[in-house]
């Protein structure tokens, strides 16, 4: 739905609860830990990462620093 244009079906497609357990979100830390849920994971080995559209680079870089491990 979302690439025919109805944005808002797409998006109540996917419930926050799902959202919840696919995303990475939040405060650095809280970020961080979510990270680490999928790096726990048996056989992961990368995790893929994106921006939204429009995120300049000094943006991308201050997130992924912020994203770091510790």
Do not use: K
Not at 3 to 8: L, N, T, Y
Not at 43 to 68: H, K, N, Q, Y
């Amino acid at each position: 739905n979302w690439q025919d244009g109805d944005r808002e079906a797409a998006m109540a497609a996917f419930p926050d609860e799902l959202l919840e357990q696919l995303a990475v979100w939040g405060t650095p830390e809280t970020a961080r830990a979510h990270f680490e849920r999928f790096t726990d994971i048996e056989g992961v080995e990368a995790i893929s990462v994106s921006f939204p559209r429009g995120a300049d680079l000094t943006e991308i870089e201050s997130t992924m620093r912020a994203l770091a491990p510790e």
